[in-house]
């Protein structure tokens, strides 16, 4: 017993530690986010943003959307993504074999003819079906294909984009009319850019007009609101700190921006990766190292695209669970870069803390709780180091959750009504009492499915936007 109890004291210790490492290399993160969103901020203005309108050194952008069984929403959609506020852009919509009426709708909507595929097939995808313009917006360009899942929908599109940047985004993301112009920003300064990531915000609860928010607001259910505050410590510093170490793994894969041509020489996106935007940003950045290409991929704050997040543990499971199976597939398929000073950041400091700070973060902290409840019933550790350990393992969490609200709240603040903050404040708290375990056990049972080779995605199920009342 005496043994027994000296391992799980000594188990609780090293699992202190890993948390302690853990959330201070997030603080670290929150630090070095500090400069670099006031640099954001103040250049985040309107007389700035009207005079990247009126230059002429904007690249044209090509918007890359991958659509299945989007037919309720999918002609607002198009109109949203259609009239961005961008002095040169298109739109190339792909219908992944839609089995409701997603393609008749687009018919209608938009008044498609059947064009040929003068288009090369440069990344091979599923069987193209047809290719159609349209006669009221010549700058919408759909395909019709075959079934092969989004990162085969978005290699069609990408094949097919005239423009050298193209942005990946899903067809129920609402981006900001402005947004665009907003993520131009660093063509201005003359940088070679492999790509560029902007902020996705939740639109669970906002108002929405036209594909456009026209109310900001914070849900008061608990899931949607924890993932609110999840989402605004994860884009305001979690990857604001990443711009100045150099090793940002993760472009969102609705709402990036890429260089086409290192999209091309890469071969696009992967079919079989369930998370294929940070396997294409671990890609990246191995093709640029490899070939000694000197380009930057930067997240700007201020772009902005709102998603819908999963208000049912079902969906948040499957989303949660897919996403570290993602992940683990991601770090094991590039192991190779571990440590390896050849590949500077990433290799060094942003695989590994991925490999041992996110991905077996589950696992660590399920072995914390169960030892520090064992440890407690044998007497093994004393009730200051159990305060302790939670205070460092939940506590320390909530205190860069409350960090990520003070952010938002001197810098961008979309939420303008005073319920919203009360709301953040709240769910900040109880995102580590309760929706963090909840995730745990989520993440937990993605090194299952990977086991057993499982790669499906599931369904995600949506609610849909809410309209102005």
Known sequence: MHVLSQALAGLDWAILVYFVLLN?????????????LWTHFQ??????????????????????????????????????????????????LVNDGSTDGTMEELVRAFDLYEVPPVF??????ARIRAVYRSRAHSRLLVIDKDNGGKADSLNAAINAARFPFVIACDADTLIEPDALLRLARPFLLGRNIAAIGGTIRV????????????EARVDSRWLAGCQTVEYLR??????????????????????????????????????????????????????????????????????????????????LH???????????????????????????????????????????????????????????????????FALVFLAVAIGYGILLSLWAIVLEEVTFRRYDAKNDLWRLL??????????????????????WKVFRGDRGWGVMQREGFAKPG
Request: aromatic letters at 12%.
């Open 203 to 214: 639109v669970n609860a906002c108002k929405v007009e036209h594909g456009r928010v026209v």
């Open 318 to 384: 499957r989303q949660r669970e897919r996403w570290h199976r993602g992940l683990i597939g991601t770090v094991w398929a590039r192991r190779g870069l571990l440590f390896n000073a050849r590949y500077g950041a990433v290799g060094l400091v942003a695989l590994p803390f991925f490999t041992f700070g996110e991905m077996i973060a589950p696992i660590v902290e399920v072995l914390g709780y169960l030892g520090l409840i064992v440890g407690l019933a044998l007497g093994a550790v004393n009730t200051p």
């Open 24 to 36: 201070s290399f997030y603080a670290l993160l929150l630090l070095l986010s500090f400069p670099e």
């Open 234 to 315: 994860a884009f305001l510093f979690g990857r604001l700190g990443w711009n100045r170490i150099g090793g940002n793994l993760i472009i969102s894969g609705a709402f990036g921006l890429f260089a086409r041509r290192y999209l091309l020489a890469i071969g696009g996106y992967e079919t079989g990766n369930v998370t294929e935007d940070m396997d294409l940003a671990v890609r990246l950045h191995l093709y640029l190292r490899d070939n000694n290409i000197k380009a930057a991929m930067p997240f700007i704050p201020d772009p902005v695209a709102w998603t819908e997040v999963p208000n049912s543990r079902k969906i």
């Open 426 to 447: 709240f769910f900040a708290v109880i995102e580590g009492l309760g929706y963090r375990q909840l995730t745990v056990y989520y993440r937990l049972h993605a090194f």
């Open 43 to 92: 250049l985040a203005d309107d007389e700035f943003l009207g005079r990247v309108l009126a230059t002429d050194t904007l690249p044209p952008i090509s918007v890359l959307v991958p659509a299945y069984n989007e037919e309720v929403s999918i002609a607002s959609s198009v109109l949203s993504f259609l009239t961005l506020e961008y002095p040169r852009h298109e739109v190339v």
């Open 120 to 125: 090369p097939q440069t990344i091979f995808t």
